[in-house]
């Protein structure tokens, strides 16, 4: 396949199967969620968020250039800060607060759901585990995230008003940050991948990790709907 084809496989994946299609998303995003869900949704994509400078760490760790250990190295700090009190973590824990969730329950792990722990752990060990051509190209949803972001911000804005605008900064700092971060991915795969083989293997890590963001939302989603099981009036188990 010509490099332009692949672009357009790789786009196509990355759009028809992203998570902003899953019911818990439109539904979020239409301003349908109560307070009490939507604090679920934090809470639980806190733990993907605090995941995210791990999982680029063991990424770093398999380049071979200082120019490429460079470049990701600068996703591991856009995350943790490079000093105490910035970066997309802590932005993330302001979200939290804006939404009353307290940093110490966020920061405990206390809550997450175990189908979230088990598609964020996926998504570590698959890029642990796998070449550097598979976990770059795993990272290429955030070629579909920008629009994600401004639709957000737009969303809570106009539906959540009882949120302090001023915990949306992640959302509007990940806007340009998942542009360039998915440019610069996506010029790493075109480079790389340009057997048949290794062009199949990039689309297959894109697909997995467009399952991994629709299974958390699935475990947001399910957390309390009526148990089949005990009846409607109990919800199911929870940690
Ligand atoms: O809120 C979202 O919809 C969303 C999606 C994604 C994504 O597409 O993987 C990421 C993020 N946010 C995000 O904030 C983020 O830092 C991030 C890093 C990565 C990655 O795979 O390296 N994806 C995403």
Same mark, same amino acid.
């Given at each position: 396949?010509?490099?332009a084809?692949? @672009?357009?496989?790789?786009?196509? &994946?990355a759009?028809e199967?992203?998570h902003?299609?899953?019911?818990?998303n439109?539904?979020?995003?239409?301003?349908?969620l109560?307070?009490?869900q939507?604090?679920r949704?934090?809470?639980?994509?806190f733990?993907?968020?605090?995941h &995210?400078? &791990?999982?680029?760490?063991?990424v770093?760790?398999k380049?071979?250039?200082?120019?490429?250990?460079r /470049?990701?190295? %600068?996703?591991?700090?856009d995350?943790d800060?490079?000093?105490e009190g910035?970066?997309?973590?802590?932005?993330?824990?302001?979200?939290?607060?804006?939404?009353?969730?307290?940093?110490?329950?966020?920061l405990?792990?206390?809550?997450?759901l175990?189908?979230v722990?088990?598609a964020v752990?996926?998504?570590?060990?698959?890029?642990?585990?796998g070449?550097p051509?598979?976990a770059?190209?795993?990272s290429l949803?955030?070629?579909? /995230?920008?629009?994600?972001?401004?639709?957000?911000?737009?969303?809570?804005?106009?539906?959540?008003?009882?949120i302090d605008?001023?915990?949306?900064?992640?959302f509007?700092?990940? @806007? %340009?940050?998942?542009?360039?971060d #998915?440019?610069?991915?996506?010029?790493l795969?075109? #480079?790389? /991948?340009?057997?048949?083989?290794?062009?199949d293997?990039a689309?297959?890590?894109?697909?997995?990790k467009?399952?991994?963001?629709? #299974?958390?939302?699935? /475990?947001?989603?399910?957390?309390d709907t009526a148990?089949?099981?005990?009846g409607?009036d %109990?919800?199911?188990?929870?940690?």
């Open positions: 396949m010509g490099t084809a692949f @672009e357009a496989r790789l786009r196509t &994946i759009r199967r992203y902003d299609r899953h019911p818990f439109v539904a979020m995003h239409e301003g349908r109560t307070p009490d939507l604090r949704w934090v809470l639980n994509r733990h993907y968020q605090r &995210i400078p &791990i999982k680029d760490a063991l770093l760790a380049f071979d250039t200082r120019e490429h250990r /470049a990701w190295l %600068r996703r591991v700090q995350h800060g490079r000093v910035e970066g997309g973590i802590e932005n993330w824990l302001r979200l939290g607060e804006a939404v009353g969730l307290d940093r110490e329950l966020l405990s792990g206390d809550e997450v175990p189908g722990r088990l752990e996926g998504y570590v060990n698959f890029c642990r585990l070449s051509l598979e770059v190209a795993a949803t955030e070629l579909s /995230a920008p629009g994600i972001m401004l639709t957000r911000v737009d969303a809570f804005e106009r539906h959540y008003r009882w605008p001023a915990g949306l900064t992640y509007r700092n990940r @806007e %340009r940050e998942g542009r360039r #998915s440019g610069e991915a996506l010029d795969v075109l #480079s790389w /991948a340009t057997t048949a083989a290794d062009q293997r689309a297959a890590a894109l697909s997995f467009c399952d991994v963001l629709w #299974s958390l939302l699935d /475990a947001v989603a399910h957390a148990d089949p099981v005990t409607p %109990r919800v199911r188990w929870r940690p």
